[in-house]
């Protein structure tokens, strides 16, 4: 199975600035036949579903604000939120759909300083 | 508008039974593939069943084998999961989510989701 793993588990960022978040996967979730990667990010607000921000790596969601980026490649990934919001505060979940069981990460929480 | 609405979480017994719903609408149901996700209380995400566009193929992680059955009515526009020896770690919101990938045969992200229903295990 592969293993995702998230850090921080918590950041907390000044509104307008950048907030980094890390995934990592046990494995790597590259498919070398079509060269992508299998790796998507969420965000969860306090009560909400999950919604789709990243898929393939770094595809932003039609509507997600492109604030929002998504890098990385093989094993190791980052979403980026390029100038932190007050309606950005959530959880944010990547997940590997390249092998199942399909894997979330444990989250990360992100806040305002 | 794109919608699925889940239904039939409530309170249950340890090694009882349960059945959800999910209703689709305001697309082609029948042309994507399907999944529950859970949610334990102040946890994060976990994948626990997903089912091909016709139906005909399903998967399960280890920790609902054998006690999970998803299955779904395309005629219906319905997705459902029947639960069963359920126990206090299956306590949890239970989200359905239509899958974006366009492989037959293969899982890929979800980019639709309910709201969720509850399930509580619980004497």
């Known amino acids: 199975d592969i293993v995702m793993t998230q850090s921080p588990d918590s950041l907390a960022v000044s509104l307008g600035e950048r907030a980094t978040i890390n995934c990592k996967s046990s494995?790597?979730?590259?498919?070398?036949?079509?060269?992508?990667?299998?790796l998507a990010w969420y965000q969860q607000k306090p009560g909400q579903p999950p919604k789709l921000l990243i898929y393939w790596a770094s595809t932003r969601e039609s509507g997600v604000p492109d604030r929002f980026s998504g890098s990385g490649s093989g094993t190791d990934f980052t979403l980026t939120i390029s100038s932190l919001q007050a309606e950005d505060v959530a959880v944010y979940y990547c997940q590997q759909y390249y092998s199942t069981p399909l894997g979330f990460g444990p989250g990360t929480k992100v806040d305002i300083k | 508008e794109v919608q699925l609405v889940e239904s039939g979480g409530g309170l249950v017994q340890p090694g009882g039974s349960l059945r959800l719903s999910c209703a689709a609408s305001?697309?082609?149901?029948?042309?994507?593939?399907m999944h529950w996700v859970r949610q334990a209380p102040g946890k994060g995400l976990e994948h626990v069943s997903a089912?091909?566009?016709?139906?005909?193929?399903?998967y399960y992680p280890n920790s609902v084998k054998g006690r999970f059955a998803i299955s779904r009515d395309n005629s219906k526009n319905t997705l459902y999961l029947q639960m069963g020896s359920l126990r206090a770690e299956d306590m949890a919101v239970y989200y359905c989510?239509?899958?974006?990938?366009?492989?037959?045969?293969?899982?890929?992200?979800?980019?639709?989701w309910g709201k969720g229903t509850t399930v509580t295990v619980s004497s």
């Open positions: 305001g697309f082609t149901f029948s042309t994507y593939a």
């Open positions: 494995q790597s979730v590259l498919y070398s036949s079509n060269s992508k990667n299998y």
């Open positions: 089912v091909s566009r016709d139906g005909a193929s399903t």
């Open positions: 989510a239509r899958d974006r990938g366009a492989a037959a045969g293969m899982y890929y992200y979800m980019d639709v």
